[in-house]
């Protein structure tokens, strides 16, 4: 009962940052994609099955929506948003992040949090706040391997 709740409260919150977004004017599509990491490529994003209820969820994809917004002529921005109702990603989503960005997929990657702001969104940059600590531990791992 309490994971129909959460997948509940979590669906809603992900439909408030879709209309978010396009209240600001940007194009929002649902992503249904994912990384395969160990074979370095993008794949189409598997179905969650429940035997009972054959298909349960269609859209799995990491990030949930990606938001494009006019520059100028020709030139976009390409923006991956990630729902989560607490903010945080896990280890392998991290990855994931990391990947989209050093393969320039996105521009930027953003994840909705809840807040106690007007709008009750809060997005937070990957970048800003996992990018720097990451590469920094990546370079600290790098040292490591060739002190030994």
């Known amino acids: ?3 129909k709740r ?7 919150f992900e439909l408030k940052v879709r209309k978010y977004w396009e209240s600001k004017g940007y194009i929002v599509d649902k992503w249904n ?3 395969d990491i160990e074979n370095n490529k993008v794949i189409p994003a598997k179905r969650k ?3 009972f209820k054959k298909v349960m969820t269609i859209g799995t994809g990491f990030p ?3 938001v ?3 520059v100028r002529d020709g030139v976009y921005d390409v923006i991956g948003v990630e729902v989560k109702l607490n903010g945080i990603l896990s280890k392998e989503e991290k990855e ?5 960005l050093e393969k320039k997929t996105f521009s930027k990657i953003l994840i909705a949090k809840k807040s106690d702001k ?3 969104i809060e997005h937070i940059d990957f970048s800003e706040k996992w990018g720097k600590s990451l590469q920094d531990k990546k370079q600290a791992s790098m040292i490591k391997f060739i002190k030994r």
């Open 1 to 3: 009962k309490r994971g």
């Open 6 to 12: 959460s997948r509940s409260s979590g669906l809603k």
């Open 33 to 35: 994609n994912n990384v």
């Open 49 to 51: 099955y429940n035997p």
């Open 64 to 66: 949930d929506f990606i």
């Open 68 to 70: 494009i917004q006019f």
């Open 96 to 100: 994931k992040c990391r990947w989209y």
């Open 118 to 120: 007007a709008e009750g």
